[in-house]
């Protein structure tokens, strides 16, 4: 598949093909307000579970949200892996899939990510495409070392099958 850019409400859109990556997450329900402060939790048990088993993160961490209803999310979050690692029953083995994914990046706080997510939805739909699973995002910005919120970056991913 030859990589596709288009701006799409402010918003660069670009078509990708990504081969499965293992990952290291935790998951939980967890209501919208709930997610900002379980985060960061999670990123650092599993960030301290993989360095106590010599297992390098393949990249920054990513979350991954399946809508369970209007208030509640299963939020899936963690680590890629170079190699998969076994969980220990808190922390999981899980995967994010390859295949073709539309990816755009935010810039700005992570709670006014929506646009991002319309763009991508509608980039999806004008090609007749089907979502394929839940969307992830990925977090290149640290809010504890990086306090303002304008400056953050995070790449958000969308599986779609082609029609």
């Known amino acids: 598949m ?11 859109i670009r078509s990708e093909t990504r081969g499965d990556q293992p990952t290291a997450v935790m998951v939980a329900i967890l209501s919208a307000s709930e997610i900002g402060d379980w985060m960061p939790q999670a990123f650092e048990s599993i960030f301290n579970y993989l360095s ?5 993160a393949a990249g920054p961490p990513f979350a991954r949200y399946h809508r369970l209803d209007e208030t509640h999310f299963e939020v899936e979050a963690g680590f890629p892996l170079v ?12 995967s994010l899939p390859g295949g073709p994914v539309a990816v755009t990046t935010h810039v700005g706080p992570y709670d006014a990510m929506k646009p991002a997510y319309d763009a991508l939805g509608a980039w999806v739909e004008e090609r007749g495409f089907d979502p394929v699973g839940d969307r992830w995002d990925t ?9 303002d919120a304008r400056t953050w970056r995070a790449e958000i991913v969308q599986p779609y099958r082609p029609a």
Request: proline share 11%.
């Open 2 to 12: 030859v990589p596709e850019t288009v701006d799409m409400q402010s918003h660069s």
């Open 139 to 147: 977090y290149f910005s640290d809010p504890d070392e990086s306090p």
């Open 52 to 56: 106590a088993k010599a297992a390098p």
């Open 83 to 94: 190699e998969a690692v076994e969980g220990d029953g808190i922390i999981r083995s899980s």
